[in-house]
């Protein structure tokens, strides 16, 4: 008998019909569009993705999307190059004695880093243990559940990449509206866009779309303040190209003109705020021409976007890093809201609004909070990134003592890295939680690898829009890499080891749970009327116990149903009018939603039920920035000098760049090297031309960077990349493409109100390279 022969008799048909099958359903899985959404920027375009295997063969738009509706740009379409692009982490690591990390097991990490943590707690307090991250700009599920880690361990102090940014602005925010505030680009008359490029970082939704609708519209106006001729001040009708640093006088010079020529909306001054006539009596004393001449922009220019402004139907406003991170920004933020307040764009059409959130991401209060050892200003909850180190590297008995580090890479992405590494390694204990092994991670004594943005249940709650706000949980495209776990089971596998809950809370919780969503409900709360001290870990109990009953193995999603229930108490008529007649409804409804559900649905009188103040009346002056504003005409607008002459902006968003999840050069198409931008008379001055090598030099550290002609720039004025400089894994090592920025950045130069960095304006020194 033949070996042919004999082999096909051997062969079992069903066995055969099943493999078919199976082959069958795979390819059709792998045909399948899986919807999800990008995780590069706050807007989280809705996506859909083909799969080959585990690569991303396609991807696209998802015109279902309740936001995006079918947008997205150029660098959603490579996040291929995230998810299969760089070196992951596949099992726990732990440093050893000799610097050299070992795997070992999921129990062992965890038991081992309970007992560490537990005895910090102990020895110092469990305000000795700093958090740091919960997630980037698409991964905020994991940090829903880590504040039960930090109350179960007493932790008080944390701190995330918005206090690099925006806790400034929250501080005035929560003086005059009580909350964040969005602005109606889609409608509005004049756009004013402050230090930000939406063309390249977006931040407004559909956000190239709307630029382009607004630069079409004869009708409409927009208006671009910024240093650099970016491509969205291509597009504007009036470019307020000022000298690096001097946003502060050019807004003040506005105002000055708004108020001088008296181009305000007294009546909503009169009906809807309070305190205006001291803020108008400030403004009245601003020397337009005298300011205007320090901005270094004319001051008919000036004249005209404030007459613009002063006599639109409506106007929005958009400040972001590139005022955020500079002189005065806190100021800045204040100054810009009043051009909206003072002219009555607030609760209409094209205006600007606060808004509903499924959770809110910083808090916002007017108190200002101090840290333990430096007495810096915590807003919103969150420390100062710049006195992070400060706060480690002392003696002081108050000082952190530990880190848990989650979904960030602040060697990196903090100023002053040579600092920022030197306050990791002065520390007992950090633990790094991440799909890779970062800079950061490169510090920790233990490394927990997690899952991938694509590889679990994941959401944002960058929910920032009005009158349709909108929440988008996202489904797992691909399974887990094995070896990794979601930011939440690892959260709670470590309460777990610490025992942080009783078992007899969880067992009731656990039998509620199976008789449905309404006893489980009453059961949770007799629990916390019985001990309020669980309301901490509420997101553990949930996942816990509510999780397991959800479908898909959405476990992570628990927390979302507390959240559904917060979004129905504090706005029942807006949830209602988006379509959910209950807290459950919402609930089931964001379970269900693959392209995402609209939550709240408001009219723009709504917006006056977001304040918290009791007479609905805005309080528009703010005493210690109007003290700022009087300040200007002493404070100094350089800080250059002759060994450091020129203005480096630090981390611009370009074409090809993103946050540093991208652990993969070769997504990009362009500027492959990150390049260093600068004017064509400074470049013909030094002696160089595009292609070149020059060296920047900070008073923090030195690099270099490939040249490249741009008159974009102003002369004195350059920029480089973010999210170049990471230390990528070669079979020889690792190799460095482009400048880390941060280690040029110098902690030191922060706003003195927020403490936030100025990454955007350090001074600094470019020299031809000298040769070998």
């Given at each position: ?282 403004l009245r004393t601003i020397d337009v021409p005298g300011y205007t001449e320090i901005c270094g922009v004319p001051e008919e220019l000036v004249r005209a ?468």
């Open positions: 008998m033949s070996t042919k022969s004999a082999s096909a008799e051997s062969v079992n048909p069903e066995s055969v019909e099943t493999e078919l099958a199976s082959a069958a359903q795979q390819q059709r899985g792998e045909q399948q569009w899986h919807k999800t959404a990008c995780i590069l920027c706050e807007n989280n375009c809705g996506l859909l993705i083909q799969l080959d295997g585990r690569s991303f063969a396609k991807i696209r738009g998802d015109k279902e999307h309740v936001a995006s509706a079918g947008y997205t740009c150029n660098k959603a379409l490579r996040l291929d190059h995230y998810q299969n692009g760089g070196a992951r982490l596949t099992s726990p690591l732990r440093r050893e004695a000799d610097g050299s990390f070992t795997e070992i097991d999921w129990d062992t990490a965890i038991s081992e880093i309970a007992t560490r943590l537990a005895q910090i707690r102990d020895n110092y307090g469990g305000q000795a243990i700093f958090f740091y991250g919960g997630g980037g700009q698409g991964n905020h599920l994991g940090g829903a559940y880590s504040g039960a880690l930090r109350r179960a361990l007493g932790s008080r102090y944390r701190s995330t990449a918005l206090a690099q940014e925006k806790t400034g602005e929250g501080w005035v925010d929560a003086h005059l509206t009580g909350g964040h505030t969005t602005g109606d680009f889609e409608h509005a008359e004049v756009s004013v866009f402050l230090g930000k490029n939406p063309w390249q970082s977006h931040g407004v939704p559909r956000a190239r779309t709307v630029l382009q609708q607004i630069a079409k519209d004869p009708a409409r106006t927009m208006i671009v303040l910024d240093p650099v001729r970016t491509e969205t001040a291509d597009l504007a009708d009036i470019h307020l190209q000022v000298r690096p640093g001097t946003d502060a006088w050019c807004l003040a010079a506005i105002l000055g003109v708004l108020v001088q020529e008296d181009l305000l909306d007294h009546t909503f001054l009169t009906e809807h705020t309070t305190r205006s006539d001291a803020v108008v009596a400030d976007a404030a007459r613009r402004i002063g006599t639109a139907g409506s106007v929005a406003t958009y400040e972001d890093l590139g005022v955020q991170q500079s002189p005065n920004s806190t100021l800045i933020s204040y100054l810009n809201k009043l051009l909206w307040l003072l002219t009555g764009n607030f609760a209409k059409r094209g205006a600007m609004q606060p808004h509903s959130w499924m959770a809110p991401l910083a808090g916002y209060s007017r108190d200002i909070k101090r840290s333990p050892v430096t007495a810096a200003p915590i807003l919103g909850g969150m420390l100062p990134c710049n006195s992070i180190a400060e706060e480690i590297l002392t003696d002081h008995p108050d000082r952190f003592r530990a880190m848990i580090i989650e979904s960030a890479n602040p060697a990196h992405s903090l100023a002053d890295s040579t600092t920022f590494r030197r306050a990791l390694d002065a520390l007992e204990l950090v633990v790094v939680i991440d799909v890779a092994l970062t800079e950061t991670a490169r510090h920790a004594d233990y490394v927990l690898p997690a899952a991938s943005q694509f590889e679990k249940w994941e959401a944002t709650f960058f929910n920032l829009e009005f009158p349709h706000n909108t929440f988008h949980l996202r489904a797992p495209v691909l399974d887990p890499l094995p070896g990794t776990l979601p930011e939440p089971e690892i959260y709670a596998r470590l309460i777990r080891e610490l025992r942080a809950v009783g078992r007899t809370k969880l067992t009731a919780l656990r039998i509620a749970a199976k008789l449905g969503r309404r006893p489980y409900a009453l059961t949770f709360a007799t629990l916390l009327a019985m001990d309020n001290t669980i309301a901490g870990l509420a997101p553990y109990l949930l996942y816990e116990t509510l999780g397991p009953t959800l479908p898909d193995s959405a476990h992570s999603a628990a927390v979302l149903w507390a959240l559904s229930h917060r979004v129905a108490k504090l706005h029942p008529a807006a949830m209602r009018r988006a379509g959910h007649r209950s807290a459950d409804a919402l609930f089931d409804a964001i379970l269900a939603g693959r392209s995402g559900v609209t939550f709240t649905v408001d009219d723009y009188p709504d917006a006056w039920d977001y304040l918290p103040h009791p007479d609905q009346r805005i309080p528009v002056a703010i005493p210690e920035l109007l003290h700022a504003l009087r300040e200007l005409t002493t404070t100094s607008a350089t800080h250059t000098t002759p060994e450091f002459p020129f203005v480096l902006a630090a981390g611009e968003r370009r074409s090809f760049t993103a946050n540093t999840i991208f652990r993969d050069t070769t997504w990009r198409r362009r500027d492959a090297e990150g390049s260093l931008r600068i004017n064509r008379a400074d470049a013909d001055r030094l002696g160089l031309a595009t292609g070149d090598t020059a060296t920047i030099t900070t008073r923090r550290g030195t690099a270099t960077a490939t040249v490249e002609i741009n008159d974009r720039m102003q002369p004195g004025h350059a920029s480089l990349p973010n999210g170049f400089g990471l230390d990528l894994p070669t079979d020889n090592g690792s190799l460095r493409t482009g400048v880390a920025a941060n280690e040029l950045t110098d902690l030191t130069w922060r706003d003195p109100i927020a403490g936030t960095p100025w990454h955007k304006h350090v001074p600094a020194r470019i020299e031809p390279l000298p040769n070998p």
